[in-house]
């Protein structure tokens, strides 16, 4: 099928309109808020031992881009076995560290966790990862098992999750090298693969006289649960949370890219700074139009407290990147500005290109045809002008053609009478011998 003009004509508006379109949203969106939570610090209450006297404050901060990293992740349950996903012992490991400080023993750690996960209020809510659960400040059994088996797998322990199916419940199953001590009731285990794992209730608010290791509710005790190993937990997190049994000092990160408009497939220099300088990893995320946040990079920070990293961006678009700083026994996590980074596909490039050619190409054509066109008409008036042709008289009305012939007869009576009166003046010059000349 053959294209015409005009529909070569209409494909080139329509880029046109697209490149426009696309450059309108490179000024505009920007101007646009992105939603990020903010910073998130909460404080735990926590005693030396079960039943203990001596408490202790545990101070942990999230950073929003750890969390919104998470908001991002895949939060579908279809099996039991997917709730191991929501087990992330790296991103919580630093609440590990800092308890086991105070709590060497595994069963006094395991209270511990207990009774941390125990103050946070329930409400339910879909299943979320250990990070979540704690920025929310809210959750069910399913979220405080997760939480709670994050923390002791981090610290170490084997650690399962056991569902109820017929009472829609979870708790934990925790292996621990001798049974528990501290247990107000009966000891209850599971076994499963050779190990006995003891259980452990992570809902309720009874602060400090909660649930222990070895304890069961009553209305469980005669059910068989469902158990759900961790293997396919998380093995690994762009960040991590900050814990510390003392106020942890605030800390800032920057953020800046070498170029702000570059082409698709060109190279990148994300850079900035940890203040006040400390060592630890910086985690570069990125975040396109109506996306989620996704991990770029994890970078390590230098002496002075810099990071750099270089990207080559394979695709064009607009992308929005974050540094997130997880912090340290003694500083808390921070994150950085947003940084605005529009890159250029070559297609676009192209097109435009192609499309402000066509158009010249369609002027150029539009003015050649318009001077022909002058040009026509100029030698048809010149030709009209040199014709040997009389022109055309115009047409008389009835009533001029009706006076005409009265007008043309009244003049040659005139001259006829005239005549007359100079034939006879010169007949009598010549009878008188006097000739008028004029007259004759």
């Known amino acids: ?57 545990l101070t942990i901060s999230i950073p929003s881009s750890l969390y919104n990293y998470y908001v991002g992740q895949n939060h579908d349950v279809y099996l039991p076995a997917d709730y191991a996903k929501f087990v992330t012992p790296y991103a919580i490991k630093p ?55 994050s923390i002791l797998k981090a610290g170490g322990l084997s650690v399962v999750l056991l569902e109820y199916p017929s009472l829609q419940h979870m708790n934990i199953g925790v292996n621990l090298p001798s049974p528990p001590t501290h247990a107000r009731s009966t000891v209850t285990w599971v076994d499963y693969n050779n190990t006995r794992y003891y259980i452990a209730e ?19 005790s005669q059910a068989t649960p469902t158990v759900i190993t961790l293997n396919n937990s998380e093995q690994y997190s ?43 990893n910086i985690s570069i995320y ?28 394979e695709s064009g678009g607009i992308f929005y990147l974050e540094a997130g700083y997880s912090g340290n026994q003694n500083y808390a996590g921070a994150d950085s500005t947003t940084a605005t980074l529009y890159i250029i596909p070559l297609d676009a490039v192209l097109a435009a290109v192609s499309g402000f050619l066509l158009l010249m190409l369609i002027l150029v054509f539009w003015l050649v045809k318009r001077r022909s066109a002058t040009s026509s008409v100029a030698v048809e008036r010149t030709e009209m002008l040199s014709s040997p042709f009389p022109e055309e008289k115009p047409q008389r009305s009835p009533e001029e053609v009706e006076r005409q012939p009265l007008q043309s007869t009244k003049e040659t009576s005139h001259r006829r009478g005239t005549d007359s009166a100079f034939a006879n003046e010169c007949r009598r010059g010549k009878s008188t011998g006097q000739r008028n000349t004029t007259a004759c």
């Open 1 to 57: 099928m053959k294209t015409t003009l005009r529909d070569r004509t209409v494909a080139c508006l329509k880029k046109q309109v697209l490149i426009i379109t696309v450059t309108s949203l490179l000024f505009i969106i920007p101007f646009c808020n992105i939603v990020s939570a903010a910073d998130y610090e909460e404080v735990f209450q926590l005693v030396d031992h079960p039943g203990g006297q001596v408490s202790y404050s």
């Open 95 to 149: 609440i590990a560290d800092a308890l086991l400080t105070i709590y060497s023993d595994d069963e006094v750690f395991t209270d511990a966790v207990l009774s941390m996960v125990q103050q946070i209020p329930y409400q339910i809510s879909p299943a979320a990862y250990s990070v979540e659960t704690l920025e929310l400040n809210y959750g069910d059994c399913a979220s405080f098992s997760c939480l709670a088996a």
């Open 202 to 220: 992570t809902t309720g608010d009874n602060f400090p006289n909660g649930w222990r290791v070895g304890e069961c509710p009553p209305e469980l």
């Open 238 to 280: 762009p960040g991590q949370v900050s814990a510390s049994f003392q106020q942890l000092n605030p800390s800032q990160v920057s953020i800046s890219v070498s170029s702000s408009f570059v082409m698709e497939n060109s190279l990148v220099t994300i850079s900035g700074l940890v203040s006040p300088s400390s060592s630890g």
């Open 286 to 313: 990125t975040n396109s139009i109506f996306g989620s946040w996704q991990v770029l990079a994890t970078v390590a920070v230098g002496e002075n407290g810099s990071y750099s990293y270089q990207w080559t961006p």
